[in-house]
């Protein structure tokens, strides 16, 4: 499945085909990507990620977490997908992570806009969240930039591997919240 995002933009559903992008984009940017990411202390070896892509493609659509590859003038720039996905509740949660060379051009702004659209269009979803690191500024600044609600702190939300625990940040966006404004603004 691909999402057409823009004209320099193109999501991608995860395959076999990205392993190496995705370990080679992590083993080389390890400090950049885990001071906020705790995944990226666990992905030792090309396997770790190739079995990681095996598990998401080998769980049926119907209750697939959607992982796609975020593409930038049709190079590897990161991932975005949904997660923690409570069918039953129609809620999701979006996650993405961007290559560092590929900062500041709108490419997860655009992405996640693409995502809200397939979460709550295809999937009809009713709430979907977004939690960052409290600090994480890049981070938080897509769920503002898209007129999220900011509902409060999750103390303690995700444990890294130092042993540490970081707050997060929760925002979230309802269905009935969404609108052409949010979605189109630049």
């Known amino acids: 499945m691909k999402l057409a995002v823009s004209d320099q933009i193109t999501l991608k559903a995860v395959g076999l085909d990205d392993v190496d992008d995705i370990f080679r984009t992590i083993d080389t940017q390890r400090d950049y990507l885990g001071e906020w990411l705790p995944f990226v202390t666990l992905t030792q070896s090309v396997d770790f990620t190739r079995s990681f892509i095996e598990s998401l493609l080998e769980t049926p659509y ?84 898209l007129g999220f609600q900011f509902e409060g702190v999750e103390r303690a939300g995700e444990l890294f591997p130092d042993g540490q625990y970081r707050d997060l940040e929760v925002y979230s966006m309802l269905k009935d919240e969404l609108n052409k404004k949010t979605l189109f603004r630049s």
């Open 62 to 145: 119907e209750v697939r977490e959607h992982t796609f590859v975020m593409l930038y003038e049709g190079v590897f720039a990161g991932l975005v997908g949904l997660r923690d996905t409570d069918r039953a509740n129609r809620k999701t949660e979006i996650g993405y992570w961007l290559s560092e060379p590929f900062q500041h051009k709108g490419i997860v702004t655009q992405a996640v806009r693409s995502l809200l659209t397939f979460a709550f269009g295809e999937l009809a979803m009713n709430r979907v969240q977004i939690r960052c690191a409290v600090g994480n500024t890049p981070s938080r600044s897509i769920p503002l930039h």
